[in-house]
Each structure stands twice: as structure tokens, then as C-alpha cells.
């Protein structure tokens, strides 16, 4: 069969789960879309990110066993509602995934699943998620409604801003102070440490900025003939100069946060490494092949995000050496 016969007919997933799962239920495992291994993983790491902080500067320090007890109704509860907010998005985006030849096969377009059902499946993972912190000592409700409903956003937004991952991104900002609620962080003004949560609030934007930037190139001419609005359109050829810019404003807020913070030697040091991963994307990266844009867009989020999160761990057991000996 010719490579356009086979993409004008759907042809259901075969691998992994799909082998071991009836028929009916395939359509609601695709809605999920759990292979793109992008969103998850870096809404899970904003959590860590911030819990391992929090456990780091609050006094006294958590011990390791409670950290990860937190950690795991937190990753649960945070891979459960980021189900939810993705099948919210395929309903938001259905008429367009109509529309686009690269998605008129998921499941709402084909038909396969009614948009009721996919509502009332995402409300179901939803209410799932949030009693999942029922379990936790420090209920972060706040922040996980909080961090819900600004990721419920980006649907609305993606294609009539230019900058959509901008105002989305506080999504990942609230999933940050959602991990160090969880560690009994008091992120308020009045707090002793609040600018230090700014501060890795604020890195936490200009990353996701970056990588979802690179990210979005892989669409950017199929964008431009829909007159779709995306900051890749409006960067243009100026785009890595740019993102270079945005790597040393990250790099300068993770600094202020050390210092701030007083961490030691080995924060600096995965900092170092998290700037050498960043660069070498951006010098690597070719913004004109979709393919390109898309795998490191992921290796990006990954080391990056896996760089931050191990160089504040690596402080919290420093600290917590320290205080049990």
C-alpha cells in the first residue's frame, strides 16, 4: 500500500496495551494519548521539582520516607488530571482535528467516541485525581484546582495567540508551588522565602517557553496556512537567537534561586549541565524538519527538567544528612 492510500485509512494501534485490551475500550485509551511522552513526564517533574525544594529549606527537614510517600500520591494524582485535561483538550479541539488531515483519525473525529462521553470520562479521571490528595498530611488543594484550571486554558488559547504556552506555562508554575505546598512550603507574600518561589516560578516559565517553542516549529507551515497565530510565525528567522536569550534569563534565575536559597557546589553543577543540554539543543536542532523539532523538543524537557529537579534532590539529602546526624 502507498504511503498516501495508507494515510487516508485508519489503521487501530496494534502494540503494547492495545493487544491485550478489547475493542471497545481502544478509542478512550487513544483519547488519553499517553504515547506522547512530553506532557506527563514534565508536569510529574514541576511536582518534584518543587517538593524536593520545599523539603530542602522548610524547617525542620522531611525526612526521606515521608518525601516519597508525598511524592507518590502526587505523581498519581498529577498523571490521573493530566489524563483529564488532555481528553478536555480533544473535545475543545475536535472541529479542528476534523479538519486536519494529521488527526482526523482521533478518536472524536473518526466518530469513534462522542464528545459527552469523553466530558463525562475526563470529569470521572478528574474527580479521581484530586481525592488522591486526600492521602497527603499538607492537602494542596488549592494549588491542584489552581494548576488544573490554568492547564484547562491552552485549548482556548492555542491558535489565537501568539504566545500560548506564555499563559499556559503558569500552569507548570502552579504545578511547581503545588510540590512545595505539598512539603509544607509557605509560598505567601508574607513568607521569608517567597521571592526564592518566584524566582523558580519564573525559570519554570521561560522554560516551558522554550521548549514548547522549539516544539511548536514542527507545525509551523501547516499553521501559517490555517492563519493560526503561534510564536514560531512570529520569530521567524530571529527564533534561536532568541531562545538563546531566553536559556541565559533561565540560567540567571536558577543562579539567584541558589544564592537566595544558599545551596551548595552541586546545584551550581547541575545547573551547568542543564545549560550545556539547552545549548547543545539549540545548536543541534534543525527548526526547518518537524521530526527534528519534535525529538528534541522531548530530549529537552526531559534532561532539562531531569538537571533541575536532580540538583535540588541532590540538596534536600545533603540537608537531610546533615539534620539526622
Known sequence: MSKQASSDTYNPPM?????????????????VRLH?????????????????????????????????????YLNTSAFIITGALTLFS??????????????RFHPIARGAISRLQVL?????????????LAYLPVKPYIWAITTTLTMTDYPFLKGDTDTPWRDSGF???????????????????????????????????????LLQTIHSFHDVR???RAGRKTLPILLGHRA?????????LLESQLMVLGWQSGFSSVYYLCCGALFFVLSAMLVLVDLRIPADCIRW????????LAAISLGIFAEYLLRAGSFSS
Open 15 to 31: 502494540g503494547g496495551i492495545f493487544a491485550y485490551i478489547p475493542s471497545s475500550c481502544v478509542p478512550y485509551l487513544e483519547v
Open 36 to 72: 506522547p511522552p512530553l506532557r506527563i513526564p514534565m508536569v510529574i517533574l514541576c511536582l518534584m521539582i518543587g517538593l524536593a525544594y520545599g523539603a530542602s529549606v522548610t524547617s525542620p527537614t522531611l525526612p526521606i520516607t515521608e518525601v516519597l510517600k508525598r511524592a507518590f
Open 90 to 103: 480533544n473535545v475543545v479541539n475536535a472541529k479542528f482535528d476534523e479538519e486536519d488531515p494529521r488527526t
Open 120 to 132: 463525562a470520562f475526563s470529569g470521572a479521571m478528574l474527580v479521581l485525581g484530586l481525592s488522591l
Open 171 to 209: 500552569g507548570y508554575v502552579f504545578a511547581v508551588w503545588q510540590g512545595m505546598a505539598t512539603a509544607g512550603f509557605c509560598i505567601f507574600p508574607w513568607s521569608s522565602l517567597c521571592y526564592s518561589a518566584i524566582h523558580l516560578g519564573g525559570s519554570s516559565i521561560s522554560l516551558i517557553m
Open 222 to 224: 501547516e499553521d501559517a
Open 240 to 248: 534561536k537567537p532568541c531562545l538563546f536569550g531566553l536559556t541565559f
Open 297 to 304: 523538543s522531548q530530549r529537552g524537557a526531559l534532561w532539562s
